[in-house]
């Protein structure tokens, strides 16, 4: 089996005695993107914080593959705003030289700003400028906490697309946090929702039929999600299992609703 950059088994992490990530399983190669999902306070800060290894772990098992390198993009940039600081200077700080910013930029689309000022770039060039910064590490995970905050839906889309391409270009492999599920849905490879524990997990077109996922957004939620991945000759019950066999059309699509 190819190495993992990051593997937990049964990680528990504790606060105040109460498990806020319970008995977590992960494991992310080169070439993955796993997306965790799951209602607020589920624990998905934490558990990426122990990846990270800014958070230590109660109990189970964390290890990362030797010299591994992580890129972090967290969900805002806070600067001080009465520091004038431009993008180029921004990216320098991060100690890696002018070449590998400049490249870095390019990547991320948003070399055109290098002497712009960060606190007048908007919600999606910021989001682009912290994944230039984490890119410019060259890692070999990167690790996204909630990318696509404050960016327009266009805007999301290519910014999914865009990491999509940066894992191919890099063979890294990504994590990252999204609350977007039709997004997720639409743009991840595989999907772990979570509630403390790991409710279910897998790819997007399966896991919007499994009973937990149902359970933890609710069947509204899942049905709209169904949409997105039309390829099934198949209906689900409650309990996710298979309950009659319509068959496909001329392209391969459903010729159903899902109940
Ligand atoms: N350092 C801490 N000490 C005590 N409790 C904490 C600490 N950090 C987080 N928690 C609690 O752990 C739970 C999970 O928090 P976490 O931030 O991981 O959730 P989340 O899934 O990322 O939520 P959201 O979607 O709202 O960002 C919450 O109840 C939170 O209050």
């Known amino acids: 089996m190819t190495e993992a ?13 109460r498990p806020v990530v319970d008995q977590v399983d992960l494991r992310v190669q080169r070439g993955d ?18 990846v990270l290894g800014i958070q230590p772990i109660s109990d189970g098992a964390l290890t990362m593959a030797q010299g591994l ?7 805002h940039l806070t600067l001080e705003s009465t520091l004038p600081l431009s993008v180029k200077r921004f990216m320098l700080l991060s100690g ?7 490249e870095a930029l390019a990547k991320t689309g948003v070399d055109h700003l290098l002497d712009a ?3 007048h770039l908007s919600g999606g060039e910021k989001q682009r400028l ?25 805007g999301q889309a290519a910014l999914y697309d865009l ?11 990504v994590i990252m946090i999204s609350h977007d599920l039709h997004l997720v849905m639409a743009a991840t490879d595989k999907v772990i929702c979570l509630n403390q524990h790991v409710c279910c997990s897998g790819y997007p077109a399966d896991i919007s039929h499994d009973p937990a996922f149902i359970e933890t957004f609710g069947r509204p939620v899942a049905e709209s999600l169904a949409v ?6 198949h209906s689900h019950d409650l309990h996710g299992d298979v309950v009659s066999g319509d068959h496909d059309d001329a392209h391969g699509e459903c010729s159903h609703a899902h109940h």
């Open 33 to 50: 993107i796993i997306t965790i999902i799951g209602p607020n306070g589920a624990g998905k800060t934490t558990l990426i914080k122990a």
């Open 96 to 102: 890696r030289s002018h070449q590998e910013c400049r």
């Open 69 to 75: 390198t992580i890129g972090y993009v967290p969900q």
């Open 5 to 17: 950059l990051v593997e937990l088994r049964r990680v528990t992490i504790n606060f105040d005695n």
């Open 130 to 154: 912290l994944l230039a910064r984490a890119l410019a590490r060259r890692p070999d995970l990167l690790v996204l906490d909630e990318p696509a905050q404050g960016v327009d839906i266009n």
């Open 163 to 173: 990491i999509r391409n940066l894992r191919d270009d890099l063979n890294c492999g």
């Open 228 to 233: 997105y991945h039309h390829r099934h000759n």
């Open 117 to 119: 000022s960060v606190h």
